[in-house]
């Protein structure tokens, strides 16, 4: 594998969009503030530190509803960092979508992925019948330990019949990256 080729799924996105295809995407991964804050409750903050970074003085982890998931992040990228190379693949990330497309719209997922790396879908058909109607779905990822490479590339995809492409990236690494002090 090249290098081009092993960090290719933390590339997207780093590029020029298509204006055309950003009027009509389809799909969308929706966030909002509350979004952000369960990520920094899953991601240890709390207290002083929680408070700083939102500017809410009265907010605490704990009064926060969780959202399920490896990240608790409702973002189109799946990431997962093993701290150790000798862990096997395991993790689990729920997502949800909003239909901005057509009324009647049905999506497949399309999923790329190593051989050794199994990634599935459930449910890996979306059926919409109206405008701004959301599905969650849940991507299941396992796999061998990642001895011999730092990063496993995949990918999903969901794909309409109006020509809808929504593509998501999905990385696994054991790298060690760099911490702030």
């Known amino acids: 594998m090249e290098i081009g080729d ?12 298509d204006p055309i295809k950003a009027l009509d995407p389809g799909l969308v991964y929706d966030l909002s503030e509350i979004d952000y804050i369960r990520f920094l409750c899953k991601a240890s903050y709390s207290g002083t530190a929680l408070r700083i970074v939102t500017g809410e003085q009265n907010l605490n982890c704990s009064s926060i509803s969780p959202f399920g998931g490896h990240d608790a992040l409702n973002y189109p990228s799946m990431n997962v960092h093993l701290e150790n190379p000798q862990s096997s693949i395991t993790a689990a990330f729920i997502r949800t979508v909003t239909n901005v497309g057509s009324e009647k719209s049905t999506y497949k997922a399309v999923v790329k992925a190593p051989k050794d790396l199994k990634v599935t879908v459930n449910p890996d058909t979306l059926v919409f019948n109206k405008v701004n109607e ?8 396992q796999g061998p ?13 969901w794909i309409d019949s109006n020509n809808h492409k929504v593509k998501s990236p999905v990385v696994i690494s054991h790298m060690l990256i760099p911490t702030r002090k």
């Open 6 to 17: 092993l960090f290719a799924e933390w590339g997207y996105g780093a590029g020029q969009i």
């Open 134 to 141: 959301k599905k969650s779905f849940k991507v299941k990822i």
């Open 145 to 157: 330990p990642l001895e011999d490479t730092p990063v496993l590339s995949a990918s999903l995809e």
